[in-house]
């Protein structure tokens, strides 16, 4: 019977570790913001802040003063749902300390025991994000995008959404100057999964695959486990530029069933055509024959029809500076 008391103990003792320690961790990002108060002045006395931080007057003056914030008392302002304050700050009492637990705007008034002069501070508090983005920057390697960000600090993230939209008119996007690029169709890529509540560095990598030439602006959709979600949109646009010299890839992927894509580089404008055999030389499909603008280029290959085995894949490309040819073998695996 000692045994089930035991484990009671341990599992009590373990919850109130992870308690202490999820309170522990959300504190840590908390700030005390520190106010003097002379006789005649605030220092500082316009403050902002987030919720959860502490402001603490301290009294360095020789008049007796109070510090009063409660919406009634001539001069002061208090957001609904805040707590009200009328504290001394003397020499028996020389620190006050407040903890801003509601959004708003605080109007307080220190006022002075000897004289009828008000001494008047503001505070400005706003909800702290979710998630403390320190940075989020765009690498580009050919035809693919490496989108690396890092927090120095997240609550209650469940997620990010990775989103990306396609310019296809740069200038008229540009004259735009009252468009809010964030009502633009963003469309979602991929999703990293968060770290919950941390107070440490996490980094995050995604890289954005096969592209085509073009322009792309990226944004990150940081999602909380409530399904509120809050933007982070990349500062500058992210440009995919025409190769320099022809190219054909190995398909991907190979072997394949019953589906592949065929990526290829265009350096200019021109006919392509690509032509699948069997292993016997004989034409088996045709997957492309037309114009084909520069730029990074794919084409999927569907083998649902044909059966399992080894074929070879060519393809015919002619600009205006010459033409190239290449072949390259895959198999299909039923």
């Known amino acids: 019977m000692g045994s089930p008391k035991c484990n009671k103990r341990f599992i009590v003792c373990l919850f109130t570790i992870i308690v202490i320690f999820i309170f522990a961790d959300r504190e840590a990002r908390s700030t005390t913001i520190n106010i003097s108060v002379s006789d005649f002045v605030f220092a500082p006395s316009n403050v902002n802040v987030f919720v959860g931080d ?6 360095i003056g020789a008049r007796a003063h109070t510090t009063t914030c409660d919406g009634l008392f001539p001069g002061t ?6 707590a009200p304050w009328d504290s001394p700050l003397n020499g028996g009492s020389p620190i006050f300390s407040y903890v801003i637990e509601v959004e708003g705007t605080y109007e307080y008034v220190c006022t002075f025991h000897s004289v009828s002069n008000n001494m008047v501070g503001t505070i400005v508090a706003e909800t702290p994000l979710p998630v403390e983005l320190t940075d989020f920057v765009a690498t580009t390697i050919k035809n693919e995008v490496i989108l690396d960000w890092a927090t120095g600090g997240e609550i209650n993230n469940e997620k990010f959404e990775i989103q990306r939209f396609t310019i296809n008119n740069e200038k008229d996007l540009s004259l735009d100057l009252n468009l809010d690029l964030n009502d633009l169709p963003f469309t979602t890529i991929g999703v990293l999964q968060g770290n919950g509540t941390s107070n440490e560095i996490h980094n995050y990598k995604y890289v954005d695959r096969n592209l085509k030439s073009g322009i792309y602006l990226y944004r990150l959709k940081q999602v909380d486990f409530n399904s509120n979600f809050i933007y982070h949109l990349l500062q500058n646009e992210v ?3 025409i190769p320099n010299k022809f190219n054909l890839s190995q398909n991907y992927p190979n072997p394949f069933n019953p589906t592949t894509r065929i990526n290829f580089e265009l350096p200019e404008n021109g ?5 699948l055999f069997d292993i016997s030389g004989k034409v088996v499909s045709t997957i492309l024959n037309t114009d084909i603008s520069a730029g990074y280029q794919s084409v ?3 083998g649902a029809n044909l059966s399992s085995g080894v074929y070879y894949y060519r393809i015919d490309f002619r600009g205006e500076n010459g033409s190239q040819t290449d072949t390259k073998r ?5």
């Open 239 to 241: 440009v995919i530029g």
């Open 271 to 275: 006919i392509v055509s690509i032509l």
């Open 300 to 302: 999927e290959v569907n």
């Open 54 to 59: 502490t402001v603490k007057w301290t009294w």
């Open 330 to 334: 895959m198999m299909l695996i039923k």
């Open 77 to 82: 302002v208090l957001p609904a749902g805040a």
